[in-house]
């Protein structure tokens, strides 16, 4: 059975549909499909400081280079937009056409990504695509961050929180959390994740990883 994590930090949000969630440095940016926007929100205040429209919401968020990431359609394709005028840089899209894009997270070695229905995880290259490794998990894929040394993921229906050893390459823990996580980032010491259920950002503190 996995170990229960209780929440550090919940903060409620004026959502219907809490889908992606990334850290900038600065806030925490999450998507919401209802409203189809982008909200830039205070940790430390919990309010929200920006919107920005985005058709088409759907899953996970991240940030690359400065601007933000969103998958988008039913296709699941990544939409590439900029902050400050919220206006779209470019869309790409879905490398795996026809599969359940669910989460994303990009890194200095590339964006990894996560499939539901495929219960993989893909590294491909920030510049051209490439598909550079892939890691097969047990569970299905809602949303995904990168720690120093794992992957972590939500799986959304189980509640639950789940890490990969990258250097291992494999799942070593599993925890049970509050609600139904989908959107999931990772602040530097503490894990964040979207709580469908409860309409909150919620922050756990998860064992081994920095910071914690």
């Keep these: 059975m996995p170990m229960s994590l209780g929440t550090v930090r919940d903060i409620p949000v004026r959502a219907l549909k809490l889908c992606g969630l990334t850290w900038s440095g600065e806030f925490l940016w999450f998507s919401e499909a209802v409203s189809s926007r982008i909200m830039a929100l205070d940790p430390v205040t919990g309010s929200v400081e920006r919107r920005i429209a985005c058709p088409g919401v759907r899953t996970d968020l991240t940030t690359l280079s400065g601007n933000l990431v969103q998958v988008v359609g039913d296709n699941r394709d990544l939409r590439v937009i900029d902050p400050d005028s919220g206006e779209t840089v470019v869309e790409m899209a879905n490398p795996r056409p026809g599969h359940v894009l669910c989460g994303l997270e990009a890194t200095r070695d590339g964006i990894w990504l996560g499939y539901e229905d495929l219960r993989v995880l893909d590294l491909r290259s920030a510049e051209n695509g490439e598909l550079l490794d892939s890691i097969p998990v047990t569970r299905p894929i809602a949303g995904l961050t990168v720690s120093d040394r794992f992957l972590v993921y939500s799986d959304h229906r189980a509640g639950t929180i789940n890490l990969v050893d990258v250097a291992l390459r494999r799942q070593v823990a599993s925890y049970d959390v509050a609600g139904n996580p989908t959107g999931i980032?990772?602040?530097?010491?503490?894990?964040?994740?979207?709580?469908?259920?409860?309409?909150?950002?919620?922050?756990?503190?998860?064992?081994?990883?920095?910071?914690?």
């Design 185 to 212: 980032t990772w602040d530097g010491r503490r894990i964040w994740y979207c709580d469908y259920t409860t309409l909150q950002l919620r922050a756990i503190e998860v064992p081994g990883i920095s910071g914690t």
